[in-house]
Structures are given as structure tokens and as C-alpha cells.
């Protein structure tokens, strides 16, 4: 596991680089906040596709083949944007990025043939730690390479600093990842197609439920994410470094909790409670967001939606492999993904519309208000534990 942790962790550290420099390269092409955010979509449009797809074809070939493939999308996809001199060129290095991405769904999938059930959420925790590493240090390196001057930034460095990561990720990848899924569980049963698989997992209340929750999760931070650079940057005038680091800072706590103490809370409380009080935080952390004035309040704020988002994201993906018979968790993983991929065309397209008409606080409000029904949701969560493979009716 330790393997593949790591080269998840140098894959995000590509990932991060351009995450808080994609808004900068649409101001630098005279974008409007819609088109900005329609390019943020475009990745999870991809990802939303190649999700079930990546995960289905991890049940049947392997993980390692799947990851490996991905993370060749990867490399080209920055070397792409780095060469990007035109908006469409942008949109179409974010789809092949997205397209790569889909391995989000066989990377949990091995997490679930190395763990123990009673483990899944820390094992879950650990993979959102290596995301949370990546993501923290990606984008402070990013911020370093492009300068802070949102006028000036040097945007190609960035991209292609994140294609030396990808290939470093994908040179490892080739040398010592092993197989992680034995050959008979290849075989063991005849795979649904795509859409079957989606109609096979929202028959299950329980799956359809968690899948819901994920997805309207994913809509209020998503839209978060695609217009801090610009509320910041009306509010503070802060640049590509600035907000650089405060990725950074939320990728540290991301890291932290996820990393060391999300086992020990599930153990504890249960993954319910957890995905109760993660929503909570989420809610108070959005609404905060418009009140933040000064950089320490801004911290304290996004300190609340780290800690929120930590405590939920894996609590909610162990409870969705629990779910899932061996033979079928690549698969149901990655309509879980799709969903969130879904989502972040969804979210994104939301706040980015709500932004133009209603003004720059006005996405963190309606995100506050989806987050209130995912509370609402999780509130009705049993709080027994899921049995593996169980496929509640």
C-alpha cells in the first residue's frame, strides 16, 4: 500500500501545481467567471466518463495496467497546457487531464484488496492523506514558479513542472507497483456494462443514499474551489502565490486528519457520525467564507471546511466500498467517482453563474444551503456498521 500511496502523493503534487493557476490562465485569455468555471468543469466532464469506465476495467484487468495508463493521460495533458496558447487549447488539456483521472476509482480499489473491512476507513484516509500531501505541497510550488503577480504570472513552468511530476509518478509506477488484485477475482463473475453498473448501485438505497450525499458534498466545495482565486483576488488582491498557500494550508490539515486521525474517529464514533459532523463544519465554514476580512479569519475559515471535508470524504467513500462485493468495488468506486465528477461540472456551472448575477459571496451561500441538506441526509445514516459485500434492498 505503501507504494501506491506514494505514487498517488507525486501525482497530486502535478495536480496541485495548476489548481490554483487555472483561473489565471482564463483572466490572461480575458475569460469571463462562467467560461473560468466552465473550464474547471470541463476536467470532471472527462473524469465523470472514464470513471466507471477506469474502475469497471480495474475489476476485470488489474489496477496496475489501469494506473498506468492513467497516469500517461496525465503527462500529456500538462504538457498540453503548458503549450496552451489559445482558451480551446486549455479546455482540451483539461479534458485529457480529466480523462486520466478516472483512476481515482481503481487507486481506492486497491486500497480495498489490501485492507481489512474493519479497516477500510483508515485505509481510505490514508489515500485522502496522500491526495491531501500532494494537493498541499502542488500548489505552493505552483504559486512559487508563476510568481505573485496576477498580471505577470509565468503560467507555462507551472504545467510543466506538473508533467515531471506525472512521469516521475508514472516511472515508479512502472518499476515497483505490483498487482494488487488476484487473478481468480479477475474472472470471478461476468461485469455489467457502465449503465448497468449506475442502475445496479442506485437499487441499493443505501448506495444510492451515500452516492447522493458525495454528490451534493462535492457541488458545494467544488464551487469553492473554482472562484476563491476570484474572490480573493477582489477581496485582497491576491495573486497565484497568496492563494497558493492557502491551499497549502488546507492540504496540511487535509493531510493531518486524514493521515493520523480518521482511523481512530471511526473506530470510535462511526463513519456516520463522522460524515454528520464533517457536513456541519462545511456549513459554518461557507457561510463564514463572506465575513472573512483579513487573512487570519480567512484561515480560521478554511481551517473549519479542511476539518469538515476531511472528517466526511473518506467516511463516506468506506462506507460506499463496504458496500460492495469484491468482485464489484473497482466498479461501484468508480460510479461513486463519477458522481463526483458530476458534480464538479455541476458545482462549479452553479457558482460561476450565481458569482456573475448575485456578486462574489453569492456561491458560498448556496453552497451553505446544499450543505444543510447533506446534513439532513446524514442525520438518517444508520449508524450500524455495513457488512462487506452487503447489497441492502
Not at 489496477?63 to 493521460?73: E, F, G, H, K, T
Not at 500532494?134 to 510568481?147: C, E, S, Y
Amino acid at each position: 500500500m505503501f507504494v501506491l500511496l506514494l505514487i498517488v502523493f507525486i501525482d497530486l503534487v502535478g495536480f496541485g501545481i495548476v489548481i490554483p493557476l487555472l483561473p489565471y490562465y482564463a483572466l490572461h485569455f480575458q475569460a469571463s467567471p462562467l467560461a473560468l468555471t466552465s473550464l474547471m468543469a470541463c476536467y470532471s466532464f472527462a473524469q465523470f466518463f472514464s470513471s466507471p469506465i477506469l474502475g469497471r476495467l480495474s475489476d476485470k484487468l488489474g489496477r496496475r495496467p489501469v494506473l498506468l495508463a492513467s497516469l500517461c493521460c496525465s503527462v500529456l495533458s500538462y504538457i498540453w497546457l503548458g503549450m496552451a496558447d489559445t482558451l480551446w487549447m486549455l479546455f482540451a488539456a483539461r479534458l485529457l487531464a480529466g480523462a486520466g483521472a478516472g483512476n481515482i476509482a481503481a487507486a481506492q480499489a486497491y486500497i480495498t484488496d489490501v485492507t481489512a473491512p474493519e479497516d477500510r476507513a483508515k485505509g481510505m484516509g490514508m489515500i485522502g492523506a496522500a491526495f491531501g500531501l500532494g494537493f498541499t505541497i502542488g500548489p505552493a510550488i505552483g504559486g512559487l514558479l508563476a510568481g505573485s503577480d496576477p498580471d505577470a504570472a509565468a503560467l507555462a513552468r507551472p504545467a510543466f513542472a506538473a508533467a515531471a511530476f506525472s512521469a516521475a509518478a508514472l516511472l515508479l509506477a512502472i518499476v515497483i507497483l505490483k498487482e494488487s488484485l488476484a487473478p481468480a477475482l479477475r474472472h470471478a463473475a461476468d461485469r455489467p456494462g457502465r449503465i448497468a453498473l449506475a442502475q445496479d448501485a442506485f437499487a441499493r438505497p443505501q448506495l444510492r443514499g451515500l452516492i447522493v450525499l458525495f454528490f451534493l458534498t462535492t457541488c458545494a466545495f467544488a464551487g469553492l474551489e473554482t472562484t476563491f482565486a476570484l474572490w480573493a483576488n477582489t477581496v485582497f488582491g491576491w495573486g497565484p502565490f497568496q492563494v497558493g498557500w492557502i491551499f497549502f494550508y488546507i492540504g496540511i490539515l487535509l493531510a493531518a486528519l486524514q493521515g493520523g486521525l480518521i482511523g481512530r474517529l471511526s473506530r470510535r464514533h462511526g463513519e456516520a457520525r463522522l460524515v454528520a459532523a464533517g457536513a456541519l463544519l462545511l456549513v459554518v465554514g461557507l457561510l463564514g467564507l463572506p465575513f472573512a476580512g483579513s487573512l487570519a479569519s480567512v484561515l480560521v475559515v478554511m481551517g473549519v471546511l479542511a476539518v469538515g471535508l476531511g472528517l466526511l470524504n473518506p467516511s463516506v467513500t468506506s462506507l460506499v466500498s463496504r458496500a460492495a462485493a469484491a468482485t464489484e468495488r473497482g466498479g461501484i468506486l468508480g460510479v461513486n467517482q463519477s458522481a463526483q465528477s458530476l458534480a464538479r461540472i455541476v458545482g462549479p456551472l452553479i457558482a460561476g453563474l450565481v458569482y456573475t448575477w448575485d456578486g462574489r459571496d453569492a456561491p458560498y451561500y448556496v453552497g451553505a444551503a446544499i450543505m444543510m441538506v447533506v446534513v439532513a441526509m446524514a442525520l438518517r445514516l444508520p449508524r450500524e456498521k455495513l457488512p462487506a459485500g452487503e447489497k441492502t434492498t
